[in-house]
Nanobody, 115 residues
Framework: QVQLVESGGGSVQAGGSLRLSCVAS????????MGWYRQAPGKQHELVAT???????NYADSVKGRFTISRPNAKNTVYLQMNSLKPDDTAVYYC?????????WGQGTQVTVSS
């Protein structure tokens, strides 16, 4: 079993920054992908950014150049540095770990950006 614990959400004004952290524990395999997804009220769940265990990253177009995903020990911790935040970034952010045969999700952390 795998558990994901997120932290770092909060409220910030437009143009500000936040850093989200996610720590995974349990049966973590060497080959996997970790990432962040978000869901705003009335909107679909969407990908924000992912990073594989080999360091390959993928970003949603809406966050490119503003958000940076990192994974220092390449195993169980992933960060999302969010700069130049916009009101449209307001959502619950969920940490994800994908490894065969299933995905695991954190409980979510609220990010609120005011104009």
């Amino acid at each position: 079993q795998v558990q994901l614990v997120e932290s770092g959400g909060g409220s910030v004004q437009a143009g500000g920054s936040l850093r989200l952290s996610c720590v995974a524990s349990g049966s973590i395999f060497s080959l996997n992908k970790m990432g962040w997804y978000r869901q705003a009220p009335g909107k679909q769940h969407e990908l924000v950014a992912t990073i594989t265990s080999s360091g390959n990253t993928n970003y949603a177009d809406s966050v490119k150049g503003r958000f940076t995903i990192s994974r220092p020990n390449a195993k169980n911790t992933v960060y999302l540095q969010m700069n130049s935040l916009k009101p449209d970034d307001t959502a619950v952010y969920y940490c994800n770990l994908g490894q065969v045969p299933r995905d695991y999700w954190g409980q979510g952390t609220q990010v609120t950006v005011s104009s």
